[in-house]
């Protein structure tokens, strides 16, 4: 009985973005009032960005020497920068900007093993913030709060890949009035500040479009998930790595038919992504992680198990709609939560996911389109627009400490 259902299922699921827009035949669904009609927002003409000039150590010098950091999924701090330089919203006389941006790259700081560590962040962005503060009077004005910056760390501005650290540092002082344009979002979470915009991670768009299948190939896995159960070299005791999550998916359901689980990653990810029902995405260190973005594009139903995390634009995007959310607790019941979602509805999700707006505001695709997440964080800054009038200081007027924060952030960089 459950097979039949499933294969009914999997014969009417639907193909990635690329295929949809070329066929506009293909039966879609949207909410009126959310999905769709904001993310089809033009930004243009809502809102006016000034982009600082700064030495190229800040930005330019960082990507030179480790190019790694245009392809990892924080990619979108560099990607902004390039998109800004040529966006319509662009303008280069600041008095009549409603947005600062400074382009830095903080998280283009690798390993040689590839890993990008937020250690010297802290400095950096202190030293740039010295610099406009003093070469241009915008900062002064405000101390920041008509500012934006892009900070797409594992916890945002807060730099540390560690949560209990992250917490600890706190988000950086001086960024405690600028807008966080950021990866990060979990509700109550010191690193998640009042206004800031939720982005998703950076997931490379060519390489996705060239792994594309048919969009008639049926859906015949029923959940599908490749990655980390365990990290022992980071917690070796185990409960500490997402939260246990993880490792509770496998422990439950490793001998599952029904899971196609594994810490394999296999040539054929983003094909098996669109051939299965359901993808979990489970928090890692970070609540986030790149699978959202791949489960969306590739119409696969996303499963979050992510206690109170803020997802990408959830402000426009009906995230309760399209997706299934699972509380951590509730994993061992995983199997039966999501067997016993009614067929209309996993029907109804597919033909959400099927809506090219939504899979659109996930890419940040080179060159930009409309509707992409470029196009997205615009939205966002114009929504915030106009800023109130009790941001601007009075004249001498100052509040934040250039002096609070751990001794190591106060080294000159
Ligand atoms: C902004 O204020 C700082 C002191 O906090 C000062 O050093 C700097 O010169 C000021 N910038 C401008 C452009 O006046
Ligand atoms: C700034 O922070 C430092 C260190 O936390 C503190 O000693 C100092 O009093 C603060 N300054 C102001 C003006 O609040």
Not at 113 to 123: D, E, I, Y
Not at 186 to 191: A, D, F, L, S, T
Not at 237 to 265: C, M, Q
Not at 301 to 319: E, G, T
């Amino acid at each position: 009985m459950r097979l039949c259902i499933w294969v009914f299922l999997v014969l009417v699921a639907y193909g990635p973005v690329w295929t949809i827009l070329a066929d506009q035949s293909l039966r879609t669904e949207r909410i009126s009032g959310s999905a769709g009609d904001v993310l089809e927002d033009d930004p243009v003409g809502r809102l006016k960005v000034y982009i600082y000039e700064l030495p190229s150590k800040y930005n330019k010098k960082l990507l030179q020497k480790d190019p790694r950091c245009l392809t990892h999924m924080f990619a979108a701090e560099i990607f902004m920068h390039r998109f800004l330089l040529s966006s319509p919203v662009r303008t280069l006389n600041p008095e009549e900007a409603d947005w600062f941006y400074t382009p830095i790259y903080p998280t283009c700081d690798l390993t040689p093993s590839g890993l990008p560590l937020p250690f010297k962040s802290p400095r950096v962005m202190r030293s740039a913030i010295q610099l406009i503060s003093t070469n241009w009077p915008y900062w002064n004005r405000t101390d920041g709060a008509d500012h934006f910056f892009v900070v797409p760390h594992d916890f945002g501005a807060c730099f540390h890949y560690q949560e209990e650290k992250a917490i600890e540092r706190g988000i950086l002082p001086l960024l405690r009035r600028a807008t966080l344009v950021q990866t990060f979002g979990q509700r109550n979470h010191v690193c998640l500040k009042d206004g800031s915009i939720t982005i998703p991670p950076y997931a490379p768009p060519q390489k996705m479009q060239a792994h594309q299948i048919p969009p008639d190939i049926p859906r015949s896995i029923f959940v599908y998930f490749r990655g980390l159960f365990y990290d022992v070299n980071n917690d070796p005791e185990g409960g500490y790595y997402a939260r246990g999550a993880r490792a509770a998916v496998w422990e439950n359901f490793k001998n599952n038919p029904l899971f196609d689980i594994s810490t394999d990653h296999p040539t054929t990810y983003y094909e098996d992504m669109q051939r299965a029902i359901f993808c979990l995405c489970p928090l890692g260190w970070a609540p986030w992680s790149p699978r959202l973005v791949e489960a969306v594009v590739f119409g696969c139903i996303p499963v979050i198990i992510a206690d109170d995390i803020v997802l990408p634009f959830a402000d426009a995007i009906p995230w309760e709609e399209i997706g299934v959310f699972i509380e951590e607790k509730s994993v061992p019941n995983l199997d039966t939560i999501l067997t016993s979602i009614p067929p209309e509805v996993i029907l109804r999700k597919q033909r959400l996911l099927a809506n090219p707006s939504m899979k659109r505001a996930m890419l940040f695709p080179q060159p930009a389109q409309p509707g992409d997440a470029f196009h997205q964080i615009l939205n966002g800054l114009a929504r915030k627009l106009p800023h109130e009038k009790s941001i601007y200081l009075k004249h001498g007027e100052k509040i934040l400490n250039w002096t609070t924060g751990p001794v190591g952030d106060m080294k000159p960089w």
